[in-house]
């Protein structure tokens, strides 16, 4: 029998390096079990013996390349002292695919671009909504901002951001641009999709590589959270997006938030709220920074159907007009004596405008939707509403 040493890392608070006793011929497995045991009054109720790596040491794990050590090899003399002891990392077992950063949009404010492309599978476990190969984004005004806003306030500044607006106004959508160029630098991104609807996804992007988890909200309610926050060393840049959060989810918040207070120089966090009000913590040691997102306009969702590729992508959506073929753009020249492009953007007005009637500034409704799934929504959404909150709604002008 031999006394083997490990240092647990990926949670926070972490005991000192500890040792069990192993047989001589002991596998790796054997260790990983025997350091699960050993340890596992201070690891949360939902991690397992199976979610454990072990690294060679403290010099191995610091390495780029790191190497996780396979089950069936021999401990051997590893971790034979205290100054050499073994690293066992806690790490929820994500699933994991090659993400090519390079491919994503740059965090910048490059006027000759009028819309950010994402591919669908770049975009996948953000929990926003992409109907076909790639998500195409205009880049309206606050689309711009909420990138500067990212940049500047949370990046640089350090101030935790909140990103508010009404559904659909494109909080998500835009944050997750950032969260996918912002992998092209040293930044590690955890992207925490909350929503009410599906249990919650995670997406961690490092470098060149896109990490998943999806977990039952148990795993959230039983300390999860804080386990996947803690899983990127102290020594990492790191940003996480906590996406869709609704008044039930202020204990999640509270983790969050947590995490942050312990490292506000290489940690940052964003909230992207799933309502149009909520209470904002008021503490002050948060140095809290808000951004509030408009609802689209008439004139933006016309300045987005000029880009053909964006036009496409939408198109099949554009079903409210009475008259729902193919442009006669011909018949409209000789009419009017305008030309081909101008004939072109008043077909395609069109389209908006009859859909504009049931969608208003939601894009979500307007892009993704056909308009009979809205006037669905539309009319669960009232029916839901007492005669008061319709009445309050009214009042304050979020409904007509």
Not at 145 to 161: A, E, H, P
């Amino acid at each position: 029998m031999a006394l083997k040493w490990f240092e647990l890392v990926g949670i926070d608070d972490p005991p000192p390096p500890r040792c069990v006793l192993l047989a001589e011929d002991a596998l790796i497995l054997s260790l990983r079990k025997a350091a699960f045991h050993d340890i596992r009054h201070v690891l949360s109720a939902n991690v397992f013996a199976s979610f454990l790596k072990v690294y060679t040491n403290r010099a191995a794990y610091n390495a780029a390349d790191r190497q996780e050590l396979p089950d069936k090899l021999p401990v051997g003399a590893l971790g034979g002292s205290k100054d050499d002891a073994l690293v066992v990392k806690v790490s929820m077992r994500w699933t994991t695919t090659n993400f090519d950063a390079s491919s994503q949009p740059f965090v910048d404010d490059d006027s000759q671009l009028s819309t950010w492309k994402l591919d669908a599978a770049a975009i996948a476990g953000f929990g926003v909504r992409c109907p076909s190969d790639k998500l195409v984004l205009f880049r309206r005004p606050d689309a711009i901002k909420v990138f500067n806003f990212l940049r500047d306030d949370v990046i640089r500044d350090g101030r935790c951001g909140y990103i508010l607006g009404p559904p659909g106004s494109g909080k998500s959508a835009t944050a997750a641009a950032f969260a996918l160029a912002l992998a092209r630098t040293r930044w590690v991104v955890t992207w925490i999709h909350l929503g009410c609807m599906a249990p919650p996804e995670c997406v961690r992007l490092e470098r060149n590589l896109k990490t998943t988890l999806t977990l039952g909200y148990h795993y959230l309610e039983g300390g999860g959270l804080g386990q996947i926050l803690s899983e990127v060393d102290d020594t990492e840049n790191h940003i996480v997006f906590v996406d869709d959060v609704a008044l039930p989810n202020d204990a999640e918040l509270l983790v969050c938030k947590r995490w942050l207070r312990r490292n506000r120089l290489k940690r940052r966090l964003v909230v992207v709220p799933s309502v149009l009000y909520r209470r904002i913590d008021e503490s002050t040691d948060m140095d809290i920074s808000e951004m509030v997102v408009s609802p689209w306009t008439l004139s933006e969702y016309f300045g987005a159907v000029e880009d053909d590729e964006l036009f496409q992508h939408v198109r099949p959506q554009l079903d409210a007009s009475d008259d729902n073929a193919a442009a006669d753009v011909d018949a409209i020249e000789t009419f009017s004596g305008s030309t081909y492009t101008d004939s072109t953007n008043f077909w395609r007005r069109s389209l908006v405008r009859s859909k504009y009637y049931f969608a208003g500034g939601n894009a979500r409704y307007m892009f993704s939707f056909p308009t009979a799934k809205v006037s669905s929504f539309l009319d669960q959404t009232v029916r839901a509403l007492s005669d008061d909150l319709l009445m309050h709604a009214w009042s304050k002008g979020m409904i007509s």
